[in-house]
Nanobody
Framework: QVQLVESGGGLVQAGESLRLSCAASGRTFSSYAVGWFRQAPGKEREYVVAIGYSGDNTLYADSVKGRFTISRDNAKNTVYLQMNSLRPEDTAVYYC?????????????????WGQGTQVTVSS
């Protein structure tokens, strides 16, 4: 069992930065790939980025490539999402998920556990 808690969301202006954290419980955190997804009002949940077990593998959505950076610290059971050059279209609730397999890490249905989400709002 893995419990995930996101934090770090907030209200920023376009061009500014935020760093989200996804803190996990459980001693087997390093056995899970972790992904970030987001959901804007009236839209479906959208894949953002995922990171493999040790952090060596990452896979970014085109919409955030070059602006967002994912990293993980398995000693702290935490995954980070550094978001730079934020845009109004990045406004959404951001969720982290944990998947026991890296296979199809861009697909939400591959994830076994989810956090409750953290709101990110970017004003123009």
């Amino acid at each position: 069992q893995v419990q995930l808690v996101e934090s770090g969301g907030g209200l920023v202006q376009a061009g500014e930065s935020l760093r989200l954290s996804c803190a996990a419980s459980g001693r087997t955190f390093s056995s899970y790939a972790v992904g970030w997804f987001r959901q804007a009002p009236g839209k479906e949940r959208e894949y953002v980025v995922a990171i493999g077990y040790s952090g060596d593998n990452t896979l970014y959505a085109d919409s955030v490539k070059g602006r967002f950076t994912i990293s993980r610290d398995n000693a702290k059971n935490t995954v980070y999402l550094q978001m730079n050059s934020l845009r109004p279209e990045d406004t959404a609730v951001y969720y982290c998920g944990a998947a026991s397999s890296w296979y199809q890490a861009t697909k939400g249905y591959q994830y076994d556990y989810w956090g409750q989400g953290t709101q990110v709002t970017v004003s123009s």
